[in-house]
């Protein structure tokens, strides 16, 4: 599902996850992936089934379904509680409390309230007028205003803290989520949050974490270059074979286990002697180039995890730039330089941006709801993959009377006309044609059109209800035998490009329904 990494982030920071799950809908593909998450994270669960005072509600039915899931719930002799609740009329918030408070208190949680902080980003924006802003939740100690901190790869210092009404405040403890501002840059959803002794602590801190993580990265690549790169030999490499190229291609597959390099003809060889056998060239992978924009880092993740889920053999999603909030001039130039669309979550761009994105030709897609920018980007997908010849039937003609030309040369040199009357559309020399017989199709490739005449004038088109003279002929120019009674068609071939829904991923789709969400909580 399009939030998969949000609900395991919530999932890993919870000591006790609530999963919702709506009585009129029943258990969902989102329902099962919070369940796992859950389990995943070994923490205990408590569900809530909400939607209960609908006319449609059938809770009981919820509750088989959850047991089905593996679910123990207390009423079959388990240990995960279910409340009914209907949150617009309030009814069983008070019980679902009570069943958190029980499920802490049997849990026997304890926490440090003193002494530095410590701690997780739910998730982090930009914002125009006040700067990086960070949801945060603390797992021990306290965060006060004042304080260094460092988060993942970035630091700073907390400028202001509000809690969830946007009330300022001057500390949090565990357990007390707060929006924080302070921030030297965007951190990631999901990193660790520390109290430092000093601002200077704290970037010592995080360029240390910066240069581990390059090491690390630099560590994967070599390691990926030297998997993907053939083993070395003394020996020089052997001239082209003159068994052919069919023999190299299965030489040239095997050149990393035989420890040989492959030469650039060798190279050739092979992928002739696999385009001979196979009929035709295999088509080149096409990329279609993003750069994604979100309102939150979480978002802009989830959105950036579903677009490189869609695609087929053919064509795929690349995004190449990933960030937190309205889309700039920098990310129209970036898109501009990479060939790439702008795909932005709930997140704008102004007009002066608008404008230059247009000047470059550069396409942005904004919506508040993911769902419809996938559906956008299954379109980009669909214009640039491969497109698909269809047959549209132009028109039809029978075949009243054949009639034999022959030519002022030789006896040989005739052709058969066919004297036909067009019965439905029109017939249109350029276009292709089919022959068929008693309802069969008597040659499998469509034909070309030697002459169309009407009144022996050669002529382009032909309407309905129209007598004319139709020579059929084949590819390599032969004249067709054509019987009285036969059917002509008149055949267009269309290129079009494929329907978007063949981009996009079935999982994705099937978990695309509405209701029954899961998340996590303190």
Do not use: W
């Not at 704290?202 to 990265?217: I, S, Y």
């Not at 070599?222 to 069919?246: C, D, M, N, T, Y």
């Amino acid at each position: 599902a399009a939030f998969s990494a949000m609900r395991a982030r919530g999932a890993a920071v919870t000591d006790v996850a609530v999963v919702v799950v709506a009585a009129d809908d029943g258990v969902m593909p989102q329902t099962r992936e919070a369940l796992a998450h859950a389990r995943a994270a070994q923490v205990p669960v408590v569900i809530a089934v909400t939607k209960c005072d609908l006319p449609t509600a059938q809770p009981h039915r919820v509750r088989q379904a959850l047991v089905a899931e593996g679910v123990e719930l207390e009423e079959v002799g388990g240990t995960v509680q279910c409340v009914e609740v209907a949150a617009v009329k309030g009814q069983g918030l008070r019980e679902l409390e009570e069943a958190l408070l029980l499920e802490a208190e049997m849990l026997d949680l304890a926490v440090q309230h003193d002494g530095a902080g410590v701690g997780t980003v739910v998730e982090a924006r930009v914002d125009r007028g006040q700067g990086v802003l960070a949801n945060v939740l603390l797992q021990s100690g306290e965060l006060k205003v004042g304080d260094a901190i460092a988060v993942g790869t970035t630091f700073g210092k907390v400028r202001a803290l509000r809690d969830g009404s946007g009330k300022a405040i001057k500390r949090i403890g565990p357990a007390e989520p707060a929006e924080m501002a302070g921030l030297k840059g965007a951190p990631t959803a999901g990193d660790d949050l520390q109290v430092m002794p000093s601002e200077e602590r704290a970037k010592k801190v995080c360029v240390a974490r910066m240069e581990r993580a390059e090491q690390r990265l630099a560590g994967t690549e070599a390691e990926a270059i030297v998997l993907a790169k053939p083993a070395s030999s003394k020996k020089k490499p052997k001239r082209k074979s003159k068994r052919g190229a069919g023999a190299k291609a299965g030489a040239g597959a095997s050149g990393v286990g035989n420890n040989e390099k492959t030469t650039g003809d060798e190279t050739a060889a092979a992928a002739q002697g696999q385009e001979g056998e196979e009929g035709e060239a295999q088509p080149s992978f096409q990329h279609v180039t993003l750069v994604v924009k979100g309102d939150v880092q979480g978002t802009a993740e989830a959105l950036r995890d579903s677009v490189q889920m869609f695609g087929n053999e053919t064509v795929g999603a690349r995004v190449v730039s990933l960030g937190v909030g309205a889309v700039t001039l920098g990310d129209v130039a970036h898109a501009h330089a990479c060939d790439a669309a702008i795909l932005a979550f709930n997140v704008k761009a102004s007009t002066p941006v608008e404008r230059e994105a247009k000047r470059v030709g550069v396409r942005i897609f904004s919506d508040r709801v993911i769902y419809r920018l996938l559906e956008e980007l299954s379109v980009l997908l669909s214009e640039k993959g491969p497109s698909v010849e269809e047959e549209e039937i132009v028109g039809e003609a029978s075949v009243l009377q054949l009639f034999e030309l022959k030519g002022r040369g030789r006896k040989s040199d005739s052709t058969v006309v066919a004297g036909c009357r067009v019965s439905a559309g029109h017939l249109l020399r350029g276009e292709r044609f089919r022959l068929k017989r008693g309802g069969d199709v008597v040659h499998t490739k469509l034909l070309g059109c030697a002459s169309l005449r009407r009144h022996k004038l050669d002529v382009e088109r032909v309407g309905k209800g129209t007598e004319c003279g139709v020579s059929l002929a084949a590819a390599d120019g032969a004249n067709i035998a054509v019987e009285q009674g036969d059917i002509i068609e008149c055949v267009r071939v269309v290129s079009r490009p494929l329907d978007p829904e063949a981009f996009t991923p079935a999982a994705f789709m099937g978990a695309g329904g509405g209701g029954g969400g899961g998340g996590g909580g303190p």
